[in-house]
């Protein structure tokens, strides 16, 4: 077969989602939580992505991270740092993260505007 | 052995260390390439309709996708909104590539074969795929569609734009095999669980000897015998 690699092929084209500047919030509960995790030190940062994949088509993906090699916007919010890839920029700006205190099903849950639906759990959406 | 165009099928070609990760995700099956295996899976759609079905191998550093779906533009759309920051990169190839089917050549491998300069795979054990450069002449298509349709029903094997297409699941159309049922989440998939654990609205795919009084429509309609779908 011809896989176009060869010199007279055309470059791939790699497509980039368009960057927005993100505006996000956090609840009181999550600001708590976020508090008891982070402690003192505030160098440390939490990263809100999003991967492809999941029930729904994305998947959010938190992190704690001192930092990261992906091309990320950072915010200020109550404090804390918080970076946001701009390959996902599209998809997070206006989220509000949440934390929800349940034995079962609990733990930051994101909010997002962006979303058209959600699968139960509500790690992946669409 | 009888061969015909394939010029439904688009040739992808997917590159960048996330690629196995990234299909793995979207897909139905379980991916995960291991050398000149061919691995047969579905893209579908929230509602776990099918977007499309992708014969992937893996080509050196590269994975090879024949594709075939309904709206092909709006598939690639679905898959590049889904890289986000992943390394991966999407090139159709299709133009520089001719497509064809062989079949009616009994059990085969379900493995990729290079042949010259031919490209060989072989689908679900039943028959073959075969890419080659545009840079040669076509191979002769001595098939045709009668043939290959009667052949299909006797094989029961679904077909696109006959048990296939974007407004069925994998497990109304007789395509239940490419959904590898212990895997993680993907797009669809708990539409696609749901019906398994309740045994609801499950088709099989059938064959029938043609009769006058037939009530039920055949999806897809042979000299003698036709494929119907029924719940099962």
């Known amino acids: 077969m ?8 055309s470059p791939v084209v790699v497509q980039t989602p368009e960057v927005v500047n993100v505006d996000l919030t956090i609840t009181e509960n999550a600001h708590s939580m976020l508090d008891q995790a982070f402690g003192e030190d505030r160098s440390m940062a939490l990263l809100v992505g999003v991967l492809s994949g999941g029930c729904s088509g994305y998947m959010y993906d938190l992190q704690i991270v001192e930092d990261t090699e992906i091309d990320c916007q950072e915010l200020s919010i109550s ?33 997002n505007p962006n979303a058209q639906s959600s699968c139960g759990c509500g790690e992946s959406f669409a | 052995m009888p061969r015909l165009a394939f010029d439904e099928a688009k040739a992808l070609i997917f590159t960048g260390k996330d690629v196995e990760k990234f299909i793995d995700g979207l897909s139905t099956n379980k991916v995960e390439f291991s050398k000149s295996q061919v691995i047969d899976t579905l893209v579908l759609n929230n509602k ?6 992708l014969h992937l191998f893996q080509l050196n550093h590269m994975v090879v996708s024949v594709t075939v779906a309904d709206n092909f533009e709006e598939l690639v759309k679905y898959l ?3 890289i986000l920051a992943q390394e991966v990169a999407i090139n159709d190839v299709t133009s520089l590539n001719f ?9 085969i491998n379900k493995q990729v074969t290079i042949d010259k300069d031919t490209t060989i795979i072989g689908i679900n054990g039943m028959y073959s795929i075969e890419l080659y450069s545009v840079k040669q002449s076509r191979k002769h298509c001595d098939g045709d569609n009668e043939s290959f349709t009667n052949w299909r029903v006797d094989n029961l094997i679904p077909w696109y734009d006959y048990e296939i297409s974007n407004s069925v699941n994998p497990y109304q159309c007789g395509l239940g095999y490419q959904v590898h049922e212990n895997k993680g989440c993907y797009t669809g998939q708990e539409i696609l669980t749901r019906m398994r654990t309740r045994n609801k609205g499950i088709f099989q795919l059938i064959s029938r000897e043609n009769r006058a009084d037939e009530e039920s429509k055949p999806t897809t309609q042979g000299s003698e015998r036709s494929l119907y779908l029924e719940k099962s």
């Open chain 1, 2 to 9: 011809d896989c176009g690699t060869c010199e007279s092929a």
């Open chain 1, 79 to 111: 404090g804390f740092r918080i970076l946001v890839p701009n390959s996902s920029s599209h998809l997070l700006n206006g989220i509000e993260i949440d934390y929800e205190d349940r034995l079962m099903g609990g733990g930051f849950k994101i909010n």
């Open chain 2, 48 to 53: 776990a309709k099918i977007l499309g079905q």
């Open chain 2, 80 to 82: 590049e909104s889904k």
């Open chain 2, 99 to 107: 497509i064809d089917i062989v079949y009616d050549e009994g059990s």
